[in-house]
């Protein structure tokens, strides 16, 4: 099999100030196969993959192409070798159109030499478009295009210089599941075409789907690499974290003869969300499933006043709430964790104390102005130890957290205001796959002392294990309700594309 | 022709045409007003007045589209005068030598500005508001804060005040000074810079995701450098201008222009963000503040007011710009 090595990577050592990224990692392609790449953040992944895009230079090591070692000098070397990489922050100008984002770099000029040569780089793209089946007008802007496509986009500008290495990190994180199949479609392609293609993703059900080996890295460091026919989920996980761990159970199952914590009746807001109505009751995990744009999120904001609504009634409790301005849904327990907890739930620069008691902070104020420095570092002592967050000291900035303790911090900022219904948009999204499994079994115990949870979340297992009940949505409305005893990944998929007829 | 509908009522038309109906209803409104708003010498008085705030809001709205902007215009502006005096009147430099001295002098700057901001990594407002301070004060030095004459040149004043469009047999009044001819076609050139060539792509791509272009493989901070000259070689071009309208370097006017100019690219549909702005929006802008001020003027408005009203209009084409980008 070495002879049709495409790459290889040996003894690769990278260090940032304060930081080994990679220590002695190793990497191989062959042409005309998915390599799948997997690890914890933090792991290296990213770190190796930029080294060989010849965005990072490497402290030693080696990199071989097509057997020779080759030096890698910038982007700009790595293109010139045939090695190009999808970012996983899509690197397009949205001010431009497709054809220009294709040819940004290498513009073709008329006759002149001056002036640039739109239809002709128009007529180009869209050749490459066309041959790689991608339906995308070279002359739309790229900011009026779906993710899903601005990432076609940039796989074709990729492979228009002549790419025989293909590096994709994360390509699926923000699409939908049929974005995601055509995405696959056209990585399939590629593959029989010869390229070698180097997928980088955290989630597990598309490494069975997708590739034909897998490495994992940790710490830096190379763990090994199996053959994903004969690899099993739960190895490479073990591979990932190191230790195996333990599957949680759902429990709870009596939670539906509760009371109600929350109702919602009838909410309609324009033509984002139609006539939406769930309840869930105290000790309940309600997941919400669907895919991006749904109307998940819309929900979960118009409940917390975040977004005006037309119509919509909320009972919190047995009691009739008016809910205009997210004030109004605290102050009748309603708490709401955003799905983009760096934008709008932490503040990045501040330590573990501040935002803990971010949101209660009139709690700890004497004579009405001053903050009780003792009063707040106790409570943040408390829920250091009891949700476990990893930090030094409470003085920790939270930017120097890893996503899973970030997350945590935010729960406790909720659990602070003594919330009785918790919407968790997207809560595992950016973390670990370790920290995962925490971030589930506290939702559970959450639930087991009382509270109603609402959770939003895009990864289907997810969604499947933790559960006790499942509301479906597609296209704002809400298009079923699955028990977790008769809920399957078809059954959802099936309810989550149960278009409207039009 | 849908294609065309389309682009019409885009995003980023739609401020053009409110800005381009604004300027047509202010001046109706101006028309009825006052009879002497729409006399041709008035009229021809504007244009005059706006050409040299609008050639600084063309060079603005380069700077302005990369994700910049540039405070020090206005000075450099008076700078420029000032060593366009030095060229030919100390140096005795033939007068088109001069010019082109004096508009190479303007580009020098801009790319010392653009070097601090694409290789030191100053953030362009502190780094041109230094660039503003030392333009302000060089010209005060070298000229010894003394106007530079150029009474021995007569040509001087026509580049500016001359004519030769001049239809006065046909229209009364209608005198186009030459001024207005260079706006106007400086206009153009820089139009098609900016749409057609590489200079202008990259102005956009770089306004619009700079890293991107970083990786795509581009020499991004050469390309900054260059954007920042052409800019200053503009300013530049103002720089003649106002020297030649008043036939002399006054090195103590200039500081105030660079707001007026921010303010026309803005009004003008120029994105304070980035990534977006045409020429055309940023002289329709210009010429928005010129008719409201030369209009308040007519209305006998005191001068301290046009300035309030011309501050509430920047607020609200801001405004405008933040609604635009919510949708």
Redesign the interface.
């Known amino acids: 099999m070495t002879e049709n090595l495409l790459i290889r990577i040996e003894d690769l050592d990278k260090s940032f100030p304060g930081v080994q990224a990679l220590r002695k990692a190793k990497f191989d392609l062959r042409t005309g196969e998915v390599h799948a790449l997997m690890g914890e953040n933090g792991a290296g992944k990213s770190t190796l993959m930029k080294v060989l895009a010849g965005i990072y230079q490497r402290d030693s090591g080696t990199i071989y192409l097509d057997g020779k070692p080759v030096e890698i000098h910038g982007p700009h070397g790595a293109r010139a070798l045939g090695i190009g990489i999808i970012h996983q922050e899509l690197n397009l100008m949205n001010h431009l159109t497709a054809a220009q984002n294709m040819f940004i770099g290498r513009e073709r000029k008329g006759r002149t030499g001056i002036l640039l040569d739109e239809k002709a780089m128009n007529k180009a793209a869209a050749e490459m478009l066309a041959a790689l089946r991608v339906d995308v007008d070279p002359k739309v802007k790229i900011g009026d295009l779906t993710v899903a496509k601005q990432q076609m986009v940039e796989i074709a500008k990729a492979l228009s210089y002549e790419s025989r290495v293909l590096i994709m990190d994360e390509p699926t994180a923000a699409l939908n599941d049929a974005e995601i199949e055509e995405l696959f479609r056209l990585i399939r392609d590629l593959r029989n075409k010869g390229v070698g293609i180097v997928y980088i993703s955290h989630k597990m059900d598309e490494l069975k789907r997708i590739s034909d080996r897998v490495t994992v890295m940790r710490d830096g460091e190379y763990i090994g690499t199996l053959n994903t026919a004969e690899a099993t989920v739960d190895q490479v996980i073990n591979m990932m974290v190191g230790r195996p761990l333990q599957n949680y159970v759902r429990s709870g199952e009596g939670a539906s003869q509760q009371p109600v914590a929350l109702e919602v009746r009838n909410l309609n807001q324009g033509r984002t969300l139609k006539d939406i109505n769930f309840r869930v009751h105290k000790g309940e995990i309600l997941g919400f499933a669907g895919l991006m744009g749904a109307g998940r999120t819309e929900v979960a904001r118009a409940v917390f006043g975040a977004d005006p609504v037309d119509s919509g009634e909320v009972t919190v409790l047995g009691k009739k709430v008016k809910i205009r301005i997210p004030k109004d849904a605290v102050a009748a327990g309603i708490g709401y964790l955003s799905e983009d907890r760096k934008r709008f739930g932490l503040a990045l620069g501040m330590d573990v104390q501040a935002n803990t008691v971010m949101a209660t902070l009139s709690r700890f104020l004497g004579l009405g102005a001053f903050l009780k420095n003792k009063a707040m570092a106790v409570v943040s002592d408390k829920y250091i130890k009891t949700l476990s967050i990893k930090t030094p000291n409470q003085t920790q900035k939270l930017k120097f957290l890893s996503g899973g303790n970030q997350q945590k911090v935010v729960i406790a900022k909720w659990l602070l205001r003594d919330c009785d219904v918790l919407f968790f948009d997207e809560p595992t999204r950016g973390i670990d796959v370790g920290a995962k499994f925490e971030i589930y079994k506290l939702l559970q115990e959450l639930a087991e002392q009382g509270k109603a949870i609402v959770m939003i979340s895009s990864e289907l297992p997810e969604i499947l294990r933790l559960s006790h009940r499942i509301v479906v949505m597609c296209e704002g409305r809400i298009t079923g309700e699955v028990s977790a005893q008769e809920a399957t990944q078809e059954r959802i998929m099936q309810l989550a594309t149960q278009r409207s007829a039009k | 022709m849908n294609n065309v509908l389309k682009s019409l009522f885009s995003a980023n038309a739609r401020q053009k045409v409110l800005a381009f109906a604004s300027l047509i209803l202010m001046i109706i409104v101006f028309a009825f007003l006052s009879p002497n708003f729409f006399q041709m010498d008035n009229l021809v008085s504007i244009m005059l007045s706006t050409a040299v705030a609008g050639v600084l809001g063309i060079s603005v709205t380069f700077v302005i589209i990369t994700g910049g902007i540039d405070l020090s215009i206005g000075t450099l502006m008076t700078l420029t005068a000032v060593m366009s005096g030095v060229f030919i009147n100390y140096w005795g430099l033939p007068i088109w030598t001069g010019l082109l001295a004096a508009i190479g002098f303007g580009a020098v700057a801009g790319a010392i500005s653009g070097t601090l901001v694409a290789k030191l990594k100053i953030p362009p407002f502190i780094a041109t508001l230094g660039m503003m301070m030392i333009a302000k004060g060089l010209a005060l030095v070298i000229s010894g804060a003394k106007p530079i004459y150029f009474t021995n040149y007569e040509v001087y004043n026509l580049i500016s005040q001359g004519s030769f469009l001049d239809f006065n047999s046909l229209v009364p009044g209608l005198v186009i000074p030459n001024a207005v001819v260079i706006f106007f076609g400086l206009g153009i050139v820089c139009s ?1 810079i900016l749409n ?3 200079l202008g ?1 990259y102005t ?2 770089i ?3 700079e ?8 020499n991004v901070d050469r390309w900054k450098i260059a954007i920042y000259a052409l800019a200053g070689g503009i300013v530049g071009v103002a720089g003649i201008l106002i020297s030649s309208r008043i036939n002399s370097a006054q090195p103590a006017l200039g500081q105030g222009y660079e707001l007026d100019a921010i303010a026309a690219a803005v009004i003008g549909g120029v994105s304070l963000s980035g ?2 702005g045409t020429i055309l929006g940023t002289i329709i802008g210009a010429f928005i503040m010129s008719v409201l001020i030369n209009g308040l003027r007519i209305l006998s408005v005191p001068q301290e007011w046009q300035i309030v009203v011309s501050g509430l209009i920047v607020i609200f084409a801001v405004y405008m710009d933040i609604l635009r980008r919510r949708k």
Not at chain 2, 211 to 218: H, I
């Open positions: 098609i057609k060539t590489v792509r956009f791509a306004g619009s995701n890293e991107a272009v970083r990786l795509s493989g581009v990534g977006e």
